[in-house]
C-alpha cells in the first residue's frame, strides 16, 4: 500500500454479483440505480458520481450521485444498446461545498473573518483553472468579488452562497484526491429480456387435420392464432432428428411401438444431431421461412438446446471421449437409480477433451444463430458444468448481444441462482408450485427485494410439458385464470404451454405431476375452436401487458397488505403507470378483506381520492386511502388487474 | 477464460468482510464458523473442506465442511497463535459417494449389475493410489474384491457401503477436478481483542491527598482497587505535555486561568509532544514501573493515540507541512463552525508528505509499543483518513500482533463500521444512548447477528468523559446497575470512566450531556470509600464475566422474547456454559412478564425442567420449557444473570 492523500471510502456497491466476479444485469429501456455508500473522515461534505461506458471504453459517461439518508448515495442511469459495459463511483471531499456549508453558518452566527472569504477564493480559483471559458470568468470574478475588502462580507458570503454558485462549482470540481472503484460489470440486454411473453407448441402437433406429422408449414399456420392472444415469442421443442434406440413410448412407456414418434429431447439419429431437423418437420429453408413469417405476424422465435444425445447420435461415434466410458466399453446412460434413461447419453464435462466438447456445443448455438434464431430455451442447464455455461454464454453474447437464453432448471435454488449469475438472460421459476399467499410472498420477495434482481430474471410458467400441478389437475377454470393474471403480473417474463393452458387440459398421468398422454411421446391432433377455451381472455392479459410498462419490469415490484389470506395484493409502477393486481387464490369460495395499500408504491397521498379501474372487469371503483374493500368470485373472475386512477381535481368528493 | 473440467461452484464465503478486501476477525480460543455455499451441476454428492495457513505460508491446516441445509456448508476452526492468517474453500465431485449412494439405491432395488461393481472397483483403485500405505492395501483388498464374481454381487455392495470405508475413501480423496477459492483473508488477535474489561482514570487526580497533582506512583498505589473490581484494561488519558496556547479552563471555559492544568487532549508543549511524558505525571522510568506494575496486579495498561496538537506543539514549527495554512499564513485550528477550537490543531491528511506524516504517526504507536504498552484507545479516528489507519494499523499489528487498538467514534454508523474494518480491534459504540428495549434490540442485533460481527468488536460504555446521558443523570442507582449489567453482558467488552461511574457521579454541565466540572479539565480528588460506591457491585459482575467463558465472546448472542417491553432477556453460550441475562429498563417501577426462551439457544430441550440460577442475586427459580415468570423490582437490583442448570435427572419434577 502506498502513501495516499484519498479521504472518500466507497463502500456496499449495487447491483454487484459475486463482488464483481459476474456482471449484473439491466436492459434496454430500464432505469437501473446504482448505489454506493460513500463517506469521508472527518465533517467535510463529499461528492459523487457513476460513470459507466462499454466495457474497457475510454471515456466515462456520468451522472451525479445524490445522498440518501446514512452515507447513502444513489443515481439512476439508463442505457439504450445491448452490450457489455462496465460502471464505477467516483467520490470525492466536496472542498467549495463544505466551505460554502460554513460559510452559510459563519455568516448566520456573524463571525466571518476575511480569512474564511480568502479560503474561499482559494477554492474557487481552484475550480475556475478546470472550467470552461464562460464558467472559468464567472467564477474568476467570484474569486474576486470574495477578497474585495470595499465590499461588505457578509454580502461577499450571500453571493458566494446563491444556488447557481454551487452548481457552477460542482460542474467543474477538480476533484481532489478522488476515490475511484474497481469497474463492475453490467451486461445489457434487448428490451426482450426484460419483458417478453412465450409460448410453447410442439411443431409436430400443429396439423390441421387429424393423424398428420405436424409441419414447420403448419406452424406458420399458426402462427395468426398465437399472435391473437398477444404472444411476442414462439416457443418449439427440438427440432432435430429423435433417436430410434430405446425411443420411449405412449406415456413415457420403456419401449416404443414401430409407429411412435418418440421424445423430441432424445436427440440424434441417422440423419444428425443438433444442427439437423427433423425431416418429417421440413427442411432448414422452410424453417428459414418460419422464422421470416414469425417476424411478420409480430413473433419471435425460440429453440430449444437440449444438451444430450439419444444412442443414434452422430457424436457418438464421431466424438465417444464426449462421454462417460463404463468399464465394460459401453457408454453411460442417464440413470437417476434405480430409474434408468437409455434413450438418454449425457455429455461428460470431465471429459479430457474439454475444448473440442465446450466449442461443440457453442457452435449449436451459433449454428442456429446463423439461421436468423436469437432466443434459446436451454433444457436442463443444470446438468451441465457451471464453468462452461459461462465461457458459452459469454462468449455468444459477446458477439450477439441481442441472443436470449431461458434457463429451464426446476432444481435446487443455490443453482438455479448460480445459471443465472454465470450467464441466462431469464430463468424459470417455482411460479407452478406456489399456491399460498405466504409461500408466493416469500418467494417473489427474495426475486425481486434483494440482489437477486440484479442478475436472475424470472420468468413464471404455470405448466409445461413437464409439469401440471395438483393445484390445475383439480382447480378447475378459476385456477387457469388465476394462475394466467399471476404468472402475467408479478413477473414481466411469462409463458404458456399451448394449446394445453388455453383448453384447460388438466388430466395427468396417475401417480405423476405430468399430463395423460403426455404430447412430448406422442403426436396430438387439437381442437382451438373450444367454446371452454381461454385464448381471448389470454389475449386480453396480453394486450394489458402490451398498454401497461408497469407490467413490463419488475424492479419497482412491492406488496400490498390484504388483511385475508386468499387475497393477494401487489403492484408495479413505470412512471405515471401504476397496475394493482388483486388475486383471489381461493378456487372455490368469494373472498372479501380490506386493503392496507402501500399508497407512496402508488404515487398517492395518503389522503387521496383515487380510481381503480380493473383492465380486465372493465368495471370502475371509488377508493380512498390506504384502506378499502375488495371482494372477488373466483367463478366471475379471480382477480383484478386495476390501473390507477388520481380522480380529476374538479371531480365531486 | 480458459476450458475446464470443473464442476463445482463455491459461493457466498463467510467471514468475509468487504468481498475480501478487508481480513476478517477472530481471536485465539474463539471458533470461528466457515461457511459457503458449495454445490455442483447435476445430481452428484459434493464434499469440501476449508483450509486455513498463517498469511503466504505453504501448507494448509484443513477441517471437512458437513452440509447444513439448502447447499449451505460449514466447519468450525480455531487457532490459537495471533498473526494474520488466511483461509480458502476447496469442494469437488465426490465421486465415491455419489457411487456408494446410487449403490445403496440399486441394492434396495436389487438392480445391481457387475458394471456398477466394476465403476466402484475404479473408484477405489484411485483412491487408493494416493492413500497412505495401510489404507492403500484397504482400498486394494476392497477394489478386487467388488469384481469378485464369485461373491454374491449384494455381498460385495454391502462391504463397500460399510461406515468405514467411507470414512477411508473420504480421507483420501484425489478431489479430481477440485474447485478452490482465492483465500481470504483472517486477522487474528490475542484473547484480550475478544474479551476485555476497561476501567478509566485521570492519572492527575489519583493523588492520595487533595490538592496535589496525581503521578504515575499515585496510579500505582490506585491498582489494588481496580484489580478488586475485577478490570483487566487500566486506561490512562493522555499523559503528555498540555499546550498553553489558548488553553481551556474548567468547564470547557474558553480561557484557563493562571493554575489551571488544561485538557490532555491539548497534546503538546514546551516539554514535547506525543512521545513526551507531562513532567507532573513523572518520568518515563515512572512510567515504566507503573506498566510493570500493572501486570503485577493482572492490569494491562491502555495508553491514549490523540493525534491532534496544540498550537505548542513542536511537531507545529518542525512539520509545518502537516497542518493546514491559511491564506493569512496562520495555521488552521480546528472548527464545527461557528464554533472555534483555537486549542487544536487538526493534522492535514491531504498534506503534501503523506509519507512524513503517516510513518510520524505510526512511529507514536511504536514508541510507546517499545515501552512496552500493547492496548492503544485512539482518540477520534473518524477526523484522520481511513487510508492511513489501515495502512498504520496493518503495519503494526503485522509487526506486533498483540496490539490492540479501540476505535473512539461515535460518528455515522457507516464511518465506524469502515473504521473496524481498516483495523481497530475494538469499537466504542451506541451503548450509551440505547435505552428503550426496541433500540437495543435493533442495534445489538445488527452487530450480531450479521455480517458486522465478523469484523466490529463493540466495546460498551455506559458513560466516559464526554458522555454523560440524561439517561444516567436522572435514572439514580436503578440506571447505573441497569447500564452496568448490561455493559457486562452485552458485549464480551466493556468499560467504565471511573471513579465516576462507580461513585454515580451525575450531574452535567448545563445545556450539555457531558459532567459538570469535568476531569476533563480540572484536578478531581475523589473519595472512594463512600458508602453508596458500586464497587463491590462491579466486582461481582468482573468475577462472574471471568468465571463465564459464554460472557467472553459475542458470536453466541441470543434474543429471548419477554411479553413486556420494559424487560429484556438474552443469552450467551460457551459450550456447556451458558449465561442468560433478563434486564429491567424500567428505572421507577417494578416490571414482570412471561418468558418465551429459544431453547436451543440454552441448549434445553422442549419440554425440560431446568434451574436458573441468579449470579447476582443468589436465588434459584425452577423453570419449565419457553414460558416462565420474571419479575424484577429495579430498587432491589434491576438484572438477573442466570446461569443455566439442567436438574439432575434424579430430582422429583
Known sequence: MTFTNRRVSIRDLRP????????????VGEAVTVGADVFGDSHDLVAAVVGWRPEGGTTWREAPMAPLANDRWAATIEIEEPGRYEYRVVGWIDRTGTWRRDLAARLAAATIEEVDLAIGAGLVREVAAVADATDRRRLSELAATLVDATIDAADRARTALADDVAATLARHDPRRNATTTEPVGLRVDRARARFSSWYELFPRSAAAEPGRHGTFDDVIARMPYVR???????????????????????????????????????????DGGHTAIHPELGTLADLRRLIAAARDHDLEVALDIAFQCSPDHPWVTEHPEWFTRRPDGTIQYAENPPKKYQDIYPLNFETDDPE????????????????????????????????????????????????ITLSEAFTRPKVMKELARVGFTQ???????????????????ELFETDVVDYFRPNSWPQTPDILTPYLQHGGRPAFVQKLVLAATLTANYGIYGPAFELMLHEARPGAEEYRSNEKYEIHHWDLD???????????????????????????????????DQLLAFSKRAGDDVVLTVVNL???????????????????????????????GGVTYEWHGADNFVEIDPHVCPAHVFTIRPRPSGAAT
Request: some cysteine; proline content about 6%.
Open 427 to 445: 430463468s424459470y421459476t417455482y411460479f407452478a408450485w406456489r399456491n399460498e399467499k405466504w409461500e408466493i410472498e416469500q418467494y417473489y420477495t
Open 586 to 616: 381461493d378456487v372455490n369460495w368469494r373472498q372479501s378483506g380490506r386493503t392496507w395499500l402501500d399508497l407512496d408504491a402508488l404515487g398517492l397521498s395518503d389522503e387521496e381520492r383515487f380510481e381503480v379501474h380493473d383492465l380486465l
Open 228 to 270: 391473437d392472444m398477444g404472444f411476442d415469442v414462439l416457443y418449439l421443442p427440438p427440432i432435430h432428428p429423435i433417436g430410434v434406440a430405446h425411443r420411449k413410448g405412449a406415456d413415457n412407456a420403456v419401449h416404443a411401438g414401430p409407429d411412435e414418434p418418440g421424445s423430441p429431447w432424445a436427440i440424434g439419429g441417422a
Open 356 to 403: 473440442g466438447l465446450w466449442t461443440a456445443l457453442r457452435d449449436v448455438f451459433q449454428y442456429w444463430i446463423d439461421q436468423g434464431v436469437r432466443i434459446f430455451r436451454v433444457d436442463n442447464p443444470h446438468t451441465k458444468a457451471f464453468e462452461f455455461w459461462q465461457w458459452c454464454l459469454d462468449d455468444i453474447t459477446r458477439r450477439h448481444p441481442d441472443v
Open 530 to 564: 373450444q367454446p371452454h377455451s381461454l385464448a381471448e381472455l389470454i389475449g386480453r392479459v396480453n394486450a394489458i401487458r402490451h398498454a401497461h410498462p408497469a407490467l413490463q419490469q419488475d424492479r419497482s415490484f412491492r406488496w400490498h397488505h390484504v388483511d385475508n
Open 16 to 27: 454487484l454479483v459475486d463482488g464483481g466476479r459476474f456482471p449484473a444485469k439491466a436492459s
